[in-house]
Nanobody
Framework: QVQLVESGGGLVQPGGSLRLSCAAS????????MGWYRQAPGKQRELVAA???????NYADSVKGRFTISRDNVKNTVYLQMNSLKSEDTAVYYC???????????????WGQGTQVTVSS
């Protein structure tokens, strides 16, 4: 069993910053890519940013230059630093990770429960 627990969401004014964290725990042998997705009301879930095990990252065009994804492989934690936030960034943010639970096992996708980010004055 693997759990992903997010933290750091909240209410922030436009132009402000937030830092999201997501810690993976449980029966983990290794973690492949980790990422953040978001889903706004009435919209499909979309990829915000993803990071490979040794740091290669990619971002949605809408957040490039404003958001930074990072990870701590010792702590099995992924972070999302969000700067210059806009109202259109308002959404529930979900953490995602590809996890192998045994040696030589296949990767399985796990999701966190989501954390609300609201950008409003």
């Amino acid at each position: 069993q693997v759990q992903l627990v997010e933290s750091g969401g909240g209410l922030v004014q436009p132009g402000g910053s937030l830092r999201l964290s997501c810690a993976a725990s449980g029966s983990i042998f290794s973690i492949n890519a980790m990422g953040w997705y978001r889903q706004a009301p009435g919209k499909q879930r979309e990829l915000v940013a993803a990071i490979a095990p040794y740091g290669t990252a990619n971002y949605a065009d809408s957040v490039k230059g404003r958001f930074t994804i990072s990870r701590d492989n010792v702590k099995n934690t992924v972070y999302l630093q969000m700067n210059s936030l806009k109202s259109e960034d308002t959404a529930v943010y979900y953490c995602n990770a590809g996890v192998a639970t045994v040696v030589g096992g296949s990767w399985r996708n796990y999701w966190g429960q989501g954390t609300q980010v609201t950008v409003s004055s």
